[in-house]
């Protein structure tokens, strides 16, 4: 089980943006495709982007087509999550995960970081 932290997460107002990052110790997330999920109370796990192990692949939920744009930094080991325009129904906790294919899928990613939390509001 490889070890992913995210960070980033806070209390936004609406319109607002935040970057989340996604890090990784004792190994490389450029081994890997790296997926944003988001779950809500009470609703399911939600896909939200994903990048390709190189980056030049990336797919992005229509939910947040337009609003979030995924990309990473291998010489840092660290995948962003750039959201911006932020809106109530965004409120979620974010993880990032790693797997081998670009999909919103979460049951394709096989490690999962704690997440962290994001709260937009007025």
Request: hydrophobic share 35%; glycine share 12%; proline share 3%.
């Amino acid at each position: 089980q490889l070890q992913l932290v995210e960070s980033g997460g806070g209390l936004v107002q609406p319109g607002g943006s935040l970057r989340l990052s996604c890090t990784a110790s004792g190994f490389s997330l450029a081994s890997y495709a790296i997926g944003w999920f988001r779950q809500a109370p009470g609703k399911e796990r939600e896909g939200v982007s994903c990048i390709s192990r190189g980056g030049r692949s990336t797919s992005v939920a229509n939910s947040v087509k337009g609003r979030f744009t995924v990309s990473r930094d291998n010489a840092k080991n660290t995948v962003y999550l750039q959201m911006n325009s932020l809106k109530p129904e965004d409120t979620a906790v974010y993880y990032c995960a790693a797997g081998v294919i670009v999909t919103t899928t979460p049951s394709a990613f096989h490690s999962w970081g704690q997440g962290t939390q994001v709260t937009v509001s007025s």
